[in-house]
């Protein structure tokens, strides 16, 4: 009932302007004779006989309900999408990121794209087309309760479904489809056609396409009634839950082409797939954005997107992905210093500026702060590893060049992590076949600009190619290549003490470089990645007991591949990896989604902080402990033991920005909580 309350005030607000828009079409329509579209009289005509003679009552919607529908379904989306902790400020409502004229647009596209297809095949899209693409949506769905809130957002109408979810996918699968097949460019020319000139879009009548006008026509001369075949699918796993070291393919319908070395990122709610090279020689300026609660691709717009390239680094804002910098159609085969953001919920490129950027460069490092995107390091052909660097803010377009004072000695392919405070940057090479690495590092702060070498006492050796993760505490750095070595070995570096301690190499994976590591919130998982040969094995490491689990299982996974992406899906305990290659230069369009359900913690921890007389003080609160006392952890150092009463007051001591990651363990053990983070904005 809230829900259908929801939709109506969408419908109310649109109404106004899809009255004026519906006015300009209808006029149109009525001057224009579309060639090869004749009106399709048959179809109105059996609408309005079966509307007659069955319990089904004809049903349509109209525009102004369909873009409410689409409101809707961008709120859920919008909802899930991942608002940094970093990010100062609360995350925006919808109507702040997407205009109402963005989404009348999306539902005038797809509309189109349906009208083309019928215009193409000389046959509208069936009912049975559309109910088996609901059926295929919750039998292959990875993301249950995100599919689950979409169908709730619909009213659970297997109609309204059919017409607004099931139809945008499908006709946006059919069209890349016979835009693949069809050699004539008449399909082109009917979609291009389309764009010119308005259709009456609104006027699409699922109940005589159910089962298309002939079979209508049939069924009425044979004294069939007609039933609405339209029926709502149970979603597979309602509960969300998968088993645990197993994998599950990605699919490849739609899917981008294959590429390696491209940039992704994870929304919350869809992995983004953008750039990479096949060939060699053969740049994407074009992407994909992968759907768990669909198992669906949809292509990203090419309008205004960056040129082709390989090698882009890639930040999520909340809103945007950001991508900059690499090597490819660049003014020629060359490096980049330009860049775009992506908006997925309007599909949309904005271009970076280059007033300012840092030089052109592939092979660098890059984070999110919260507020800016900061770049750090790479190549070009002159210079084989920069100690220079910018931060962007995609609020004013502009850059500001990051230090080079105390700065870390120039390198390519430096792993990067954002710790909340400060951008950590270690490890690399220096030469011109990168197979010489670096063991240094250094800590950026971008509130005082200004770098602080980091310790290198204990710290892993030399390497370039590895993999790093920050874990709220500490950053694992681990495999890599140095000098003809592929590396089994990694360190922690925890930022708080300055120090090192080596990772366990008991049952660690062999060593590797070019591979991808994930953290899950309480494990690394590493996949993937060279030796030689490619790898399509990988295992978990566990940082609270400096050990390594079961290796990954190798039933299912995805073939041998390095230089792919790979994301971790927070809610959904499942790692996403997809591209990359083998031994020869085709990327891969393949991937595979991996489980690493471990269950949740035992105990349950939740944290609230407030100024009290100028001072951070943070309020934790726990169930689920059944020990005498409790030991509470701040930023990873244990700060008290106390009695297990449910409730700890911290008094930090404090009194400007920061962010604090909490943990508490029953006492002297590793039966430990969730992490729960408190920001102090200032």
Known sequence: MKTKSKTSGYILRSSAAALL?????????????????????????????????????SRSLSFAERVAY???????????????DSNPGPKPPLDKVISQAD????????????????????????????????????????????LQELFEALGNDPFVIAECLARPTLTTRLTADVLAQDKTGRFESLRT????????????????????????QRMRSNGQTFHRPYHLPVIASPSGGCTDDTWTSTTLTNAPPGRYLAASVWTGAEMIVWGGETGPGTF?????????????????????APDGRRRPSAVWTGSEMIVWGGWGDCGGDSFCNTGGRYNPTTDSWTATSTTNAPSARSRHGAIWSGSQMIVWGGRDFDTLGFNTGGRYDPDTNSWTATNLTNAPVGRQVPTAIWTGSDMIVWGGCVDESC?????????????????????????????????????????????????????????????????WTATSTTNAPSGRSEHTAVWTGSEMIVWGGTNGSPLNTGGRYTPETDSWGVATSTTNAPSSRYEHIAVWTDSEIEMIVWGGREVSFAGLNTGGRYCAQSGPPTITLSANGRKVGGINTVRLTWDGATSTD?????????????????SYTDSTGDTGRARYTYEVCEAGTSTCSNNAKVTFRQ
């Open 630 to 646: 409790i030991d509470v952890y701040r930023d990873g150092t244990l700060i008290i033991t106390t009695p297990n009463d449910g």
């Open 435 to 499: 197979n010489q690495g670096v063991s240094s590092g250094g800590m950026y702060n971008p509130l005082t600009n200004s770098w602080i070498l980091i310790g290198t006492t204990n710290a892993p050796s030399a390497r370039t190619n590895h993999s790093a993760v920050w874990t709220d505490s500490e950053m694992i750095v681990w495999g890599g290549y140095n000098n003809g070595s592929y590396l089994d070995t990694g360190g922690r570096y925890n930022p708080t003490t300055d120090s």
């Open 284 to 304: 994407f300026n074009s992407g994909g954005r992968y759907d768990p609660s669909t198992d669906s691709w949809v292509p990203t717009s090419i309008i205004n």
């Open 193 to 216: 056609y389309e764009l010119q000139i308005a259709r009456e879009v609104a006027a699409i009548d699922s109940t005589p396409n159910v089962f298309g006008v002939q079979v209508l």
């Open 21 to 57: 828009f519906s006015c300009a079409i209808v006029a149109l329509c009525s001057a224009i004779n579309l060639p090869n579209n004749q009106p399709n009289s048959s179809a109105s005509q059996d609408n309005a006989a079966f509307s007659s003679t069955t319990t089904h009552h």
């Open 103 to 146: 989404i009348e647009k999306k539902v005038a596209e797809y509309l189109r794209n349906s009208q083309a297809l019928e215009d193409y095949w000389q046959r509208p899209l069936t009912g049975y087309q559309l109910q088996a693409e609901m059926e295929r949506m919750t039998s292959n769905t990875k993301q249950p309760e995100v």
């Open 70 to 84: 689409q409101t809707v379904i961008e709120d859920v989306y919008w909802r899930h999408r991942i608002w940094p």
